[in-house]
């Protein structure tokens, strides 16, 4: 099986904060180590799962050489650095692509809902203001307000550098469309850990994950076994794990996933307002399902 250039597994990183809110760059060095120790090809930074609208540019650059500095060549690093806002996504993409890293997550632009030629330029203009560095495209119209339709993907397919689109559209109709018109070396990602195997199916290539910061070498694990033809295994992996994928959505991400991490021992701390702790109620059921995989004690 050929490896493709982000891997298999991407964790979605989330961004550990002192008790004072403040970025613990110690322990986002020290999870970063473990989760590329652990399962994950490659780490998204100050993605979703990181709380980006809510960290500073200054916290976003120092993270990214954080990351990277502590996996080295072990682990493709990718920046976050999608906004809507072209001229400021080429900005810090342009930024990141100096620091050293191996290419930039660029979500669809939020709440100002351009047409389909409006993403096409956006993603393009970002692109082409960086050279070769390679960019994965993030469609997530839960969040957004906006879907990147397939044929707006297969064109922006064609430019060299954009590699790869991380689908959570939830639509698996149109990762088969994308699937179909792109050319192989395209990289198609689930952007839902439940539907990392069913992508695998139609031709996807595997998953950016927020599971993966607790089982990152079980999902490693079950794409090895579907690539390798033992789809049993892989389908027996996939719903063993499937308790897991749905609670750690039990609430907006990543609220349980910092809850989970807590769990485990990881002092990750709370989260930034807007968002706020798990219930007692919803944590006790992320407890519950960590406590079936013993990842936890009983």
């Known amino acids: 099986m050929s490896e493709p250039s982000f891997g298999r597994v991407i964790t979605a990183m989330i961004t550990p904060l002192d008790g004072d809110g403040n970025v613990n760059y110690a322990v986002a060095e020290e999870l970063a180590a473990y989760l590329v120790a652990n399962g994950s090809d490659g780490l998204v930074i100050s993605g979703t799962t990181g709380e980006s609208p809510t960290l500073s540019l200054s916290e976003k ?17 990718i920046a976050g650095t999608g906004t809507n806002a072209t001229n400021h996504s080429v900005e810090m993409t342009q930024k990141a692509a100096t620091m050293g890293l191996d290419g930039s997550l660029q979500v669809v632009p939020y709440y100002n809902k351009p047409p389909q030629e409006g993403l ?16 994965m495209l993030y469609n997530i119209p839960g969040r957004t307000g906006q879907n990147l339709l397939p044929e707006t993907v297969i064109k922006l397919a064609k430019i060299d550098n954009i590699i790869a689109i991380k689908e959570a559209s939830g639509n698996l109709e149109q990762a088969c469309k994308i699937r ?44 090895q076994a579907f690539e390798n033809g033992q789809v049993k295994i892989a389908t027996e992996i996939n719903l063993k794990l499937f308790p897991l994928f749905k609670v750690l959505f039990c609430s907006t991400n990543p609220i349980p996933i910092k809850a989970a991490l807590n769990l485990l021992g990881w002092k990750v701390g709370g989260l930034r307002l807007p968002l706020l702790e798990l219930s007692t109620e ?17």
């Open 120 to 135: 096409y330029e956006h993603f393009k203009t970002i692109a082409q203001s960086v050279g070769d560095f390679p960019i």
């Open 61 to 77: 650059y120092q993270l990214f050489q954080v990351v990277k500095n502590a996996v080295g060549n072990r682990a493709k690093v």
């Open 180 to 223: 179909r018109m792109t050319d192989p070396s395209f990289l198609i990602y689930a952007g839902d850990d439940f539907l990392t195997l069913p992508l695998l199916t139609v031709g996807g290539t595997g998953i950016v994950s927020v599971a993966s910061h607790l089982v990152g070498k079980e999902i490693q694990s079950m794409i």
């Open 282 to 298: 919803l944590q006790q059921e992320v407890k519950s399902v960590l406590q079936e995989l013993s990842l936890i004690e009983g």
